[in-house]
T-cell receptor, first 106, second 115 residues
């Protein structure tokens, strides 16, 4: 089946720093979503991005479907950005990646 | 309601008991998904409904797991004769279009602990 790998697995940042999270997938997919799972376990939608680039405030995402990867950029990180970031790709069903655990220090 | 809701939020069961977990999707959403999330892992697909039809149940781990969506809105995930390995968070998601690949919106989950 399709493999969805995220990197880095863990990331520690000082408040105000920028970061790039990566999602690689091993087969062609039709759709991709990025989520933030907060410390209370709620999955929060960040981007629905099958291809191209989208921006929402301090966050932006780019998916290059032909090269089988997506990037999530976080700028000027805040402590509230802490949590786990997942990508999920549609390959007959949604398959979640391995996740990136982010901790932002004040 | 404005979002996906799930009940109960927490459930403790003794090994061998049956449990039923409820999901209320966003009104009008055609597609509904159930996922299981073990501690420290990403959500894993269990099953998918399009309206009342269960189109994919390939992720259900055993025949003790059963899901239904009889009127195409509310869904129930039932686990019979619970085992300790069933302890996990069970997440429900819904999306508007048929076909399943639209943007998903998740509920808060039900944390199941089997003693």
């Amino acid at each position: 089946g399709i493999q969805v790998e995220q990197s880095p697995p863990d990331l520690i940042l000082q408040e105000g720093a920028n970061s790039t999270l990566r999602c690689n997938f091993s087969d062609s997919v039709n759709n991709l979503q990025w989520f933030h799972q907060n410390p209370w376990g709620q999955l929060i939608n960040l981007f629905y991005i099958p291809s191209g680039t989208k921006q929402n405030g301090r966050l932006s995402a780019t998916t290059v479907a032909t090269e089988r990867y997506s990037l999530l950029y976080i700028s000027s990180s805040q402590t509230t950005d802490s949590g786990v970031y997942f990508c999920a790709v549609w390959f007959y069903k949604y398959i979640f990646g391995t996740g990136t655990r982010l901790k932002v220090l004040a | 309601g404005a979002g996906v809701s799930q009940s109960p939020r927490y459930k403790v069961a003794k090994r061998g008991q049956d449990v039923a977990l409820r999901c209320d999707p966003i009104s009008g959403h055609v597609s509904l998904f159930w996922y299981q999330q073990a501690l420290g892992q990403g959500p894993e697909f269990l099953t998918y409904f399009q309206n009342e039809a269960q189109l994919d149940k390939s992720g259900l781990p055993s025949d003790r797991f059963f899901a239904e969506r009889p009127e195409g809105s509310v869904s129930t995930l039932k686990i019979q004769r619970t085992q300790q390995e069933d302890s996990a968070v069970y997440l429900c998601a819904s999306s508007l279009p048929s076909g399943g690949q639209g943007e998903q919106f998740f509920g808060p989950g039900t944390r199941l602990t089997v003693l």
